[in-house]
């Protein structure tokens, strides 16, 4: 049974184990529109929390993904890069984006639950 | 009596241009006046911007002049300058441009007063010529994809820089540059790699690559005309992770390997020989081109083929959300307003040679060097390389001074080093220059040399293992166009699809789209001032120095400043520039540790995107919900960071289009905390000749002479951004190897010294003709045109912010979220109907979204203003229509414009309007109708399948069945 958690920057983690599943929100693609492109991160990159993971290409916007941990990139979902309109059908399901191996639960303990997030976006 | 009649009739005479300049005539602005309640102009602008501000002082300018009077003194000074054979080179050569593109592009307004193409639906005919330049790119460099263009060879090397460290997997933080590069490129690289936190290492290429070098730049051919085979050194650089980009001569690849296939990640360089004159230094159009895999980290404006609601093929904007600005303080770039009109010209050049044509002058300018060699050799020189294109390094030795002294005598401008000349030859020079070369540099020789008998024994200088093997514009657009007719035909379609001022008024708020008046632009192909190379000696552009030194005094009289810089050519290079000034100015104070920049939420993107490459940390103040810096806010930050406040960058009038009356006390409260104030000169054309930045307490301005001054928009360029600076700072305006600058300088911006100097002489013209007078005159008429609008449109539109006494400054913004939210009908439709009304849309959703900003300018007469008012009342109305439930949005002409007149014409008209309310909402339009070539576009469907470059003609057939 995996726990999920929240970012400012609208993205969500789902914890496994010791993986975790990040991808972007509901609330993020409806923001960004139509997407159009997506980079997901090479497997075996090491990031920090809050580096530049991924990239998310809408008519509106061009963002990035922030590491939402720290830890080490253990699968990236590779089919997205050719099917980014995913991310607006399915943001937080199949449009996941990569997968990493935690160094440190606390920081994911230390995200935002559902209500938190949930009143973030109605801040 | 009789003297002073006499007087008041010249004085007339020569304000004549005045009311042409200025749209609405007398009684038309009493009549414009009256709807706001004013008595007079002076009355309204009193009412409109702060007192503490105004100019007690009319400016200290010459009175206005006759059209003629300015040209007969201008073309003096063009008499000054002396215009010698050039074969200096360095990345600037004598072309012939093809008389049907200079009148029909360069000198035809349909060209140069269009805008950026933003709606591309108005701008396909453009739009078309810079796909057409980036296929040419690409063919030529051999790479994948190339940008539509960059200012000048010297900035995209260092936008190339910048594009490298992002991109390379070395994470080092050197750029190493051969050695052999133009000169004046290696000094724009070390202006702009210190701030980024870079070190430019100049030095030998086949010497070994620094560890930690993330790219290395190679001139080819190199600077001193060598041709080098770099494959084994960019196999080299490949090896230590680092990229490779080469500075390539596009007429030397008609002939030599191109880049890409020797491994280059990126090819960067000027068009400029393809047909664009000189102008002491431009504008040119710089291209860029790389890998596919780089594709969306490329600085610039991209053209991308995209498709139409009906599935046909149009072309637009591509990857718009990378543009750099966009992504403000994280950007690696501030490249904006580029160089069309000269892509589109030396697009045009391809299109009008085609590639047999381009082969065959490339092959041309090569014999012609390679006989001159011969001859030299045969004389006595030696040469200094054995493989090169069109310039060849002779030694001189102890000939030199005589060389240097013969040349002189026969105006001849060689490239002079120690004991070395260098001669570049190009197009222009024909089989009788080569002798008079040999006649000059013979002296006591006996050798009677003839260009037959030489050549004859001449082999070609370049490697076989070098040639190009590769075709390149081998697509219909380089293949068609080759008689006159045809060419003439081709351009004329292609104008015939763009909305540009020559057919209507264009709103565009915070773009002062202007007349660019025929007198102003007239000097610009006059060939004194477009033939002469920008490091020609000073002795030949006389009369050039003597129209920069004006112009650079009568834009300091306009803004108050001490003095000004000429040499920033687009207004983002300004603000670069005048933030590394303020820099240098705190570092000579030994305060170089300020580094924050303060920046209000609603400046212009290129505002952040500036301040992080000139190296400072960017800090957001927040604005009001009128739109005005958060004082409060303000003041928290200014105390916050009082020990490392560098600046702060404000636009005045704002964004929103007012007059903040807080301004002299931002200005004090920033000066107080050691900062500096940058003002972004956007709005210049709401304080020409009544008030002065450099008077009510800012450090620093850049101009757009693009948008106040005149100079046309160029369909996305050309601009001059030169920046005026109080007596502090003067000190350290850029300086460049080509000019006389203080020891304090700066290092330069742009590749020339002048920046864009060949059109300078359109604002200065622009100044004499409207003398004092006239200018004060059209910032009062452009105040009162923008409160006529919005006084206008204010019963059918909300109009957002408004200063003291309800009024605006020389734009309004009227809010369309009310609208949207209550129909559905959204900004982009407005936009889109507009084109069926004949007009190009009012800035879209900047400075706040869901909003149009319009200025009107003080050109637009009041007959096209109310026309612009009847087309906005009139979507009104047909918006009213959703809200009364006659139709939905999606049923409504809002949601289907533009109509093309395949639309209108189809067998099944099943809509809920009628046709005739399709293409002629108002009856006007019956007697003059643009139509669009193209329906709305699809603006996901091209960045999801991305194409730079002309599509094959299948793609057209396929698209249409």
Not at chain 2, 93 to 112: D, K, S
Not at chain 2, 186 to 201: C, F, H, N, W
Request: with cysteine.
């Amino acid at each position: 049974m995996s726990e999920r958690r929240y970012t400012e920057d609208h993205e969500w983690i789902d914890l496994d184990g010791e993986i975790g599943t990040v991808g972007i929100t509901d609330f993020a693609q409806e923001q960004l529109g139509e997407v159009v492109f997506v980079e997901v991160p090479d497997v075996g990159k090491v990031v920090a929390q809050g580096d530049e993971t991924a990239v998310v290409e809408s008519v509106k916007a061009a963002s990035e993904l922030y590491a939402p941990v720290t830890g080490e990139v253990v699968e990236a979902n590779t089919a997205l890069a050719d099917t980014p309109d995913l991310v607006n059908s399915d943001p937080e399901g199949d449009a996941w984006f990569y997968k990493i191996k935690l160094s440190d639960k606390d920081e994911f303990d230390a995200l935002m639950d559902a209500d938190a997030y949930k009143a973030h976006t109605e801040a | 009596m009789r003297d002073n009649r006499l007087a008041f009739a010249e004085q007339e005479e020569s304000e004549e241009f005045i009311r042409r300049h200025i749209g609405p005539g007398p009684d038309e602005q009493a009549q414009m006046l009256k709807a706001l309640g004013y008595e007079s102009l002076g009355a309204l602008i009193d009412a409109a911007v702060p007192a503490r501000i105004r100019v007690k002082e009319p400016l200290d300018l010459p009175p206005a002049q006759t059209e003629s009077a300015v040209l007969q003194k201008l073309r003096q000074y063009a008499n000054t300058n002396t215009v010698n054979r050039t074969l200096i080179g360095m990345g600037y050569y004598g072309t012939r441009v093809p008389a049907v593109i200079q009148r029909n592009i360069l000198e035809n307004p349909a060209w140069y007063t269009a805008y950026t193409p933003y709606q591309p639906e108005i701008s396909q005919g453009r739009l078309e010529m810079l796909l057409n330049f980036q296929t040419m790119i690409g063919d030529l460099t051999g790479l994948d994809i190339a940008n539509a263009s960059l200012l000048d060879e010297g900035t995209a090397a260092a936008e190339a820089m910048a594009f490298c460290h992002k991109a390379s997997k070395n994470k080092g933080s050197v750029f190493f540059v051969s050695k052999n590069c133009h000169p004046q490129t290696i000094d724009i690289l070390q202006t702009r790699a210190a701030p980024a936190g870079l070190t430019v290492v100049v030095g030998d290429e086949n010497d070994a690559l620094p560890e930690d070098a993330f790219a290395i730049l190679l001139q080819y051919p190199d600077t001193n005309g060598a041709v080098h085979d770099y494959a084994g050194i960019v196999e080299k650089a490949h090896a230590q992770g680092a990229l490779a980009v080469v500075a390539a001569d596009l007429l030397a690849l008609t002939h030599l390997t191109p880049p890409g296939e020797f491994g280059a990640d990126v090819a960067i360089g000027t068009s400029q020989r393809f047909g664009v004159p000189l102008g002491f230094g431009g504008p040119h159009a710089a291209y860029f081109a790389t890998k596919d895999e780089y594709k969306r980290s490329i600085p610039g404006r991209i053209v991308g083929v995209s498709v139409d609601k009906n599935g046909d093929p149009a072309y637009r904007l591509a990857l718009q959300t990378r543009e750099q600005h966009i992504r403000r303080e994280k950007a690696t770039s501030n490249i904006c307003t580029a160089q069309v009109l000269l892509a589109v010209m030396a697009a045009a050049y391809a299109c009008y040679h085609g590639p047999d044509g381009l082969t065959k002058i490339g092959r041309r300018v090569h014999r012609r060097t390679a006989i001159l060699a011969q001859g030299l050799r045969e004389l006595g020189y030696t040469i200094a390389h054995d493989n090169f294109f069109d310039t060849i390094i002779v030694q001189t030795d102890d000939w030199t001074g005589s060389v240097t002294e013969a040349a002189r005598i026969e105006g001849v401008n060689l490239r002079i080093f120690d004991n070395r000349v260098g001669i570049s030859l190009d197009e222009t020079c024909t089989r009788e220059l080569v002798e008079r070369l040999w006649a000059m540099m013979a002296f006591d020789s006996m050798k009677e040399l003839t260009y037959e008998a030489v050549a004859d024994r001449t082999p070609d200088a370049i490697p076989a293992k070098l040639e190009r093997s590769s075709d390149f514009l081998t697509h219909p657009a380089f293949n068609s166009y080759h008689s006159e007719t045809e060419m003439l035909r081709y351009l004329r379609r292609l104008a015939d699809k763009d909305v540009a001022l020559d057919r209507s008024m264009i709103p565009l708020g915070s773009c002062t789209m202007k007349l660019n008046a025929t007198t102003e632009m007239i000097p610009v192909t006059w060939a004194a001032f477009s033939d002469i190379h920008p490091f020609a000696p000073r002795d030949q552009a006389e009369g050039y120095h003597l129209m920069i030194a004006e112009l650079e005094h009568m834009l300091a009289e306009i803004t108050g400043y001490a003095a000004v810089s000429l040499q920033p050519n687009a207004g983002s290079q300004g603000e670069y520039a005048g933030l590394l000034v303020i820099s240098a100015y705190h570092a000579s104070r030994g305060e170089g540790h300020r580094n924050i920049c303060l920046i209000p939420s609603s400046a212009h993107g290129t505002n952040p995107a500036s301040a992080a490459m000139a190296g400072m940390k960017v800090v957001v103040v927040k604005c009001d919900d009128d739109g005005n810096v958060d004082m409060a806010d303000l003041k928290a930050k200014v105390e916050q960071h009082s020990a490392n406040l560098a600046a702060l960058m404000v636009t005045y009038p704002s964004t929103h289009g007012v007059f903040e009356e807080t301004i002299t006390e931002i200005c004090d409260l920033i000066h107080k905390h050691g900062g500096q104030v940058y003002m972004d000169g956007a709005n210049l054309n709401a304080m020409v000749g009544v008030c002065k930045p450099g008077q009510f307490g800012s450090d620093v301005s850049h101009l757009n002479l693009h948008k106040t001054f005149c100079i046309p928009h160029g369909g996305g360029g050309p601009g001059v951004g030169p920046i005026g600076v109080g007596a502090h700072l003067a000190p350290f305006l850029p300086g460049h190897r080509n000019m006389h600058a203080q020891e304090t300088a700066i290092g330069p911006v742009s590749a020339a010294p002048y920046g864009s100097a060949g059109i300078l002489p359109i604002s200065w013209s622009y100044i004499e003709l409207m003398g004092a007078n006239g200018l004060k005159q059209a910032t009062e008429v452009a105040i009162l045109s923008a409160n006529y609008l919005a006084h206008r449109l204010e019963e059918h539109f909300p109009v957002l912010y408004k200063g003291k006494n309800g009024l605006v400054a020389h734009e309004c913004i009227i809010d369309l979220r009310p609208l949207k939210d209550e129909t559905g009908v959204t900004v982009d439709d407005v936009a889109k109907r507009l084109m069926d009304y004949g007009f190009h849309a009012p800035t879209m959703s900047f400075p706040v979204p869901g909003t149009l900003m319009i200025e009107p300018t003080e050109s637009e007469p009041l007959a096209e203003l109310e026309r612009f008012c009847a087309a906005m009342i009139a979507i009104r109305q047909e918006i009213r229509d959703i809200e009364d439930g006659k139709l939905s949005r999606d049923e409504s002409p809002l949601a289907h414009a533009p109509h093309t007149a395949g639309d209108l014409m189809a067998d099944d008209w099943d809509r809920k309007y009628s046709r005739a309310q399709g293409a002629f909402p108002v009856d006007s339009l019956r007697s003059n109708k643009y139509w669009p070539p193209v329906a709305r576009i699809d603006q996901a469907y091209g960045d999801k399948h991305l194409i730079c470059s002309c599509p094959p003609i299948e793609a057209y057939q396929d698209a249409a069945e």
